[in-house]
């Protein structure tokens, strides 16, 4: 069968029906699934199109499919300690973890273990990439994100001990959830908080450009592609759509629905802990722990599909295009995916004494 142009990937807590499922967007029909374990969340990502990795729920480990291979578990990536969260760069390049406090960053060509970063003071909550692979922003238990230049960490002066090249710290309460726009370096990032607030930051100054207040805390957080609205999933299961282009627009304001284009999408009994808007900003896709992924259709605000699933949602994400291999059985990744090391110096690599860090 020929790729749908969109396909929506989710996975829960539970684990009873598949670790992850693959729908179509329009449709709703299920389309693939991933067996073997469930996935924590923010911690599900799609690697260069040929594999997806899900960091396994309180484990140290993280599942690898092949994208194709869709009921045989082919690999686990053997951590140091718990995963909290997980992303993989746009290129495909590198691979990010958070555990603990620590950021871990993989070299996905080589399998080595690049960078360990300990700039954090509390557990890791979500980790995200510019769409250039340029920089990324992690965000912690510790009201921190920082945003990283990936150059910076990568360099191999082992004299040189990388820092953020930026400091978020106007959160009073832990991040719950980072979402980066488009444009790179010269992107905009939207960070979510148990403290009742959604922060809109430019990532090449660092500056706030807005603070949004709600009466609930927000657990997830999106912007539409063209950067019109900030979709922000509150604690009580209301979804709450601000508009960027209100000529009443201020720096810090608190949420008020309005015919400026701020608005509340009901339906989800329980906190919504993930969303995604489609590629044309028309449609908005939310997980939430009422166990169920819901389309919105935003302009009417209606809920016009709900997908059930057995436990809470843990990540529900719109891919704007599904990998044409996804649907042949017979095609195999271009790059095997090598051996994760566990330790920085590269010698270490090959100790007979080390644990693997991935084994099939």
């Known amino acids: 069968m020929s790729a749908p142009m969109e396909v929506v990937v989710s996975a829960d807590s539970s684990g009873q029906l598949w670790n992850c499922a693959v729908f179509d967007l329009h449709s709703g029909t299920n389309l693939l699934s991933y067996r073997g374990g469930n996935s924590s969340s923010r911690s599900l990502t799609v690697l260069n199109g040929e594999y997806i990795l899900g960091a396994q729920l309180g484990k140290n480990f993280i599942n690898v499919w092949e994208v194709q291979r869709k009921d045989q578990l082919q690999q686990k990536i053997v951590c140091p300690g718990i995963v909290t969260c997980l992303t993989a760069s746009p290129d495909g390049l590198y691979v990010l973890a958070g555990i603990a406090d620590a950021i871990y ?17 509390q557990d890791l909550t979500c980790l995200r990439f510019t769409d250039d692979s340029s920089h990324f922003i992690s965000g912690a238990k510790d009201n921190l994100a920082l945003i990283w230049s990936l150059v910076s960490v990568v360099q191999l002066d082992p004299s040189h001990t990388p820092e953020p090249r930026h400091v978020l710290s106007r959160h009073s309460l ?24 959604v922060k809109l930051w430019e990532v090449s100054s660092g500056e706030m450009l807005l603070s949004v207040l709600f009466d609930v805390s927000i657990m997830s957080v999106t912007l539409d592609p063209c950067e019109y609205f900030l979709f922000c999933g509150g604690s009580d299961g209301t979804i709450y759509q601000v508009s960027l282009c209100s000529p009443s627009l201020s720096r810090d304001k608190t949420f008020q629905s309005d ?15 993930c969303l995604s808007v489609s590629m044309d900003g028309t449609l908005l896709l939310s997980g939430s722990h009422d166990e169920t992924v819901r389309l919105w259709d935003v302009q009417s605000k209606q809920s016009i599909r709900t997908i059930n699933h057995k ?15 996804m649907f042949v059985s017979e095609s195999r990744p271009a790059v095997p995916l090598p051996r994760f090391s566990r330790h920085l110096n590269p010698t270490e690599q090959h100790d007979s004494s080390a644990t693997p860090g991935a084994c099939v």
């Open 174 to 197: 832990p991040i719950t959830d980072i979402h980066c726009g488009l444009m790179g370096a010269q992107a905009r990032v939207a960070t979510a908080s148990l403290d009742q607030t």
């Open 105 to 121: 960053l993989w070299e996905v060509s080589t399998g080595n273990l690049l960078a360990i970063l300990n700039r954090h003071y």
């Open 259 to 273: 015919s400026e284009g701020n608005q509340v999408f009901k339906g989800h009994r329980n906190l919504v802990t």
């Open 311 to 325: 436990g809470p949602v843990t990540n529900a994400c719109i891919h704007p295009a599904a990998p044409a291999h």
